[in-house]
């Protein structure tokens, strides 16, 4: 959130300096990302504890994800006057991997380095990759700052929830102490390890060792394919967004406006049905249905729309586009008779290549 910030604040100071401004929105955009993807994270804790968090492995690009989590934290350690700097040993610049779950890792860690680094000092963020077994690499990544260092005690609790040390609660250093014991969760759940060396006055290393599949190179083709398609794919093609949040719909009407759509919105599930109702039974292609929404929410509206009578309108395609995303949600989504799910924010080439299934 520092980072957004800051970055806002540049942007405001150089309005009128394009390749500037392009380049704070940029960074903007990745921070949002990575934190949206956090906050999300922050919520695993209790499903782990209850053993209800699955990592989902998929094709990664290992390169950006890790220059992601470093900059995220560069405007933060730039008003520090500190060196944060990312070296990479990529041998497979593809593999399978949880990347937000690991990514949760590394921006607890990087931003445990900046908190407890003073004004000047230096984090050096290191990713190397060891072949292991066939089709297997090992991923190590280290990180290293000269900050204030920890205790031989403290160390051994480290990882449990709520622990900090006296030096940094007596120096104001915000933090709950919950990070690390997610951190270590997180880990063991991808079958690795974390170790920690430190120094009182010296500062900390933390090494992190992840086994990771190796991706096929069409595995990697494949995923770049479904992020492509046809900007007039979906020209006078009519869509009712249902959406109660005014911002959430002035976004979607824009990209969807964009790839050549008419938007019609409703503003919760009775409206909905009423619109769909008053309707021919081929005006609308598909609805885009929010979850959480007053009055009716997606579920029920779905349940009502796949009983009406005219089994044209009973079967039109209708895709979940909400920030509920669990793997539950998605089930249930399912379950209610939609057709798909989508997760906010919108990514605008997942959204049409759903779209695209369905019309």
């Known amino acids: 959130m520092n980072a957004i910030i800051g970055y806002a604040d ?25 934190l949206l993807s ?22 990664s690009n290992v390169r950006e994800c890790f220059e992601n989590c470093v900059t995220m934290f560069r405007q933060q350690a730039e008003s520090k006057n500190q060196t944060l700097s990312l070296t990479e040993q990529i041998m497979y ?52 700052d000269n900050g204030i260092g920890m205790s031989e005690e403290f160390q051994k609790h480290i990882f449990d929830a709520f622990e900090r040390e006296r030096n940094s609660t007596a120096s104001h250093i915000e933090g709950s102490g919950i990070g ?19 120094k009182q006055g010296e500062g900390s290393s933390f090494t992190v060792t992840v086994p990771c599949r190796k991706a096929l190179k069409e595995d990697t083709l494949e995923k770049k394919n479904t992020n492509l398609h046809n900007k007039n794919c979906l020209n006078g093609v009519r869509i009712l967004l249902v959406e109660d949040n005014e911002i959430n719909i ?40 929010d979850i959480q929404m007053p009055v009716m929410n997606g579920y029920d509206a779905t349940l009502a729309i796949r009983k009406m009578k005219d089994t044209k309108k009973s079967r ?32 605008i080439n997942i959204l049409v290549s759903t779209m695209m299934k369905y019309l």
Request: glycine share 6%; charged share 25%.
């Open 250 to 289: 002035e976004i979607a009407r824009e990209l969807l406006t964009e790839e050549g759509c008419l938007v019609e919105t409703a503003n919760d599930g009775v409206a909905c049905i009423d619109m769909i109702e008053k309707a021919d039974a081929d005006y609308y292609k598909l609805i885009l249905m």
């Open 180 to 198: 690390m014991g997610i951190t270590k969760k997180l880990i063991e759940l991808m079958n690795g390890t974390i170790e920690v060396k430190s």
């Open 10 to 34: 540049l942007a405001t100071r150089h309005l009128q300096e394009t390749e500037k401004l392009g380049r704070y929105l940029e960074e903007i955009q990745i921070c949002g990302k990575e």
């Open 93 to 144: 610049p593809y593999v399978y991997m949880d990347a937000p779950h690991l990514s949760e890792i590394c921006l607890n860690i990087i931003s445990n380095a900046i908190k407890y680094t003073n004004t000047g000092g230096t984090i050096s963020c290191s990713v190397l990759q060891e072949s292991c077994k066939e089709d297997w690499c090992n991923m190590i990544i280290t990180i290293t």
């Open 316 to 347: 039109i395609p209708i895709i979940a586009m909400t920030a509920n995303a669990f793997a539950e949600d998605v089930q249930k989504v399912l379950s209610v008779g939609m057709n798909d799910h989508v997760a906010k924010p919108v990514d």
């Open 38 to 59: 956090m906050l999300g994270n922050v919520l695993d804790l209790a499903r782990i504890e209850n053993n209800k968090v699955e990592m989902e492995y998929t094709v």
